[in-house]
């Protein structure tokens, strides 16, 4: 007689952001019969909002470095004897700008270890997170069949991770390859742009960015990109016969580029003019990258840390106006992501970036006490 027992997850870096996210998922919807998160950090230190308290419950998390093979077998054995069905790779270095051996250490030698003892266990489905900045980047949307050329030092890592993974004899490999990933309580692309908004407003000055308006930023919110996470690996696993790898890429069906952002930026910062440099500063910072940056952080870091001194909030928080160079470069960020739609039938609910979604996300922060 065939079981319908639930699927048993391992997530790795389970309190990161696309981490907490999925678990969260996972647990609202009485996905899983047992869900475990390992993560280098304690959930003390992640900065959790209270609605994870559940999902990232002390009970089902497991502090440990996955990278390490020694770590292995206390993280992959359960007490019943039996394998994890899906495995989710979320964890990695996902700062930008780091130098090379910081990713090849934690991010290209996590995914390797741990691909390597999900073949061996036969694991299911193994869900490798990976970034949509592997293709040769182009304003037209990349498919996922479109030429490869990483145009930062995480994506190329990420890009060298999933080729090495293919090669993992047994391995069932399904590749998610994500647009810039937003929602409550993100820290990253979206996050900078709206604390550098902040700094704009205060000080009364025009925020213009770099390059044009159509340079291309797609989107994907966070609560789509764990459903589509979950999605994948139940598609992966319903044919037996589904060749490995599966490749996807995760992104909403908004387009989103710079002139989006510095079009909704003004309706959640009244008061705000948004611009664009023209070519000559463009074609400048172009040459002289490395000062550019300077300067912009220059600019924004200290009237930032005298908001949030204004606001009294002394603790420090995941936010800042710090732009990376890596986040700074004339490079489309474009996918089209109709296949995974096509072949599993997944639906997104966060469907652009819209002042709505903008407007949430600060309230995220003001809920957290992180906004000044």
Same mark, same amino acid.
């Given at each position: ?39 280098? #950090? ?23 470095? &996955? ?11 359960? *007490? ?24 090849? !250490? ?5 995914? @390797? ?6 073949? /061996? ?17 182009? +304003? ?22 999933? +080729? ?12 998610? /390859? @994500?647009? #810039? ?14 604390? @550098? ?9 025009? !925020? ?7 340079? /291309?930023?797609?989107?994907? #919110?966070? *609560? ?16 037996? &016969? ?10 909403? #069906? %908004?387009?989103?580029?710079? %002139? ?28 002289? @990258?490395?000062?550019?940056? *300077? ?28 732009? +990376? ?23 997104? +609910? ?12 600060? &309230? ?9």
């Amino acid at each position: 007689m065939a079981t319908t027992e639930k699927p048993a997850v391992l997530i790795i870096g389970g309190l990161g952001y696309t981490g907490r996210f999925l678990a969260k998922y996972l647990h609202d919807n009485n996905l899983t019969s047992e869900t475990r998160l390992v993560d280098k #950090h304690l959930p003390e230190l992640a900065w959790l909002a209270p609605e994870f308290k559940e999902a990232c419950s002390r009970d089902k998390f497991m502090q440990a470095d &996955a990278s390490r093979e020694q770590s292995l077998q206390r993280i992959f054995d359960r *007490e019943n004897g039996k394998e994890f069905d899906y495995v989710f790779n979320c964890g990695g270095e996902t700062r930008y700008s780091q130098e090379e051996e910081v990713y090849k !250490m934690r991010s290209y030698g996590l995914s @390797m270890v741990l691909g390597k003892e999900a073949a /061996r266990r036969k694991v299911k489905c193994f869900i490798e997170s990976s970034t949509g900045m592997v293709y040769k980047p182009d +304003e037209v949307p990349r498919k996922e069949t479109d030429k490869l050329k990483p145009w930062s030092k995480l994506a190329k890592w990420k890009l060298t991770a999933e +080729e090495d993974l293919a090669k993992i004899e047994g391995l069932n490999l399904l590749v998610m /390859r @994500m647009a #810039h990933v937003y929602g409550a309580y993100t820290s990253k692309f979206l996050g900078t742009c709206l604390c @550098m908004a902040r700094v704009y407003q205060d000080l009364d000055k025009e !925020m213009k960015f770099l390059w044009k308006d159509d340079l /291309r930023q797609n989107t994907v #919110h966070v *609560e789509d990109v764990a459903r589509a996470f979950w999605t994948g690996a139940e598609w992966f696993v319903k044919d037996p &016969a589904r060749k490995s790898p599966q490749i996807f890429n995760i992104v909403d #069906h %908004g387009n989103t580029s710079q %002139g989006t952002i510095a079009n909704l930026i003004p309706a959640s910062f009244p008061g705000i003019k948004t611009g664009f440099h023209g070519t000559i500063i463009s074609t400048f910072a172009r040459l002289n @990258m490395d000062s550019v940056v *300077e300067d912009v952080n220059d600019e924004t870091l200290d009237p930032w840390a005298d908001l949030q001194k204004a606001a009294g909030i002394e603790r420090t928080t995941p936010l800042s106006p710090f732009m +990376e160079k890596e986040l700074l470069r004339d490079t489309d960020l474009s996918l089209d992501g109709s296949l995974f739609e096509k072949e599993t039938g997944f639906e997104y +609910e966060h469907k652009q970036l819209t002042t709505q979604e903008i407007d949430n996300v600060i &309230a995220s922060y003001k809920a957290m006490g992180w906004w000044p």
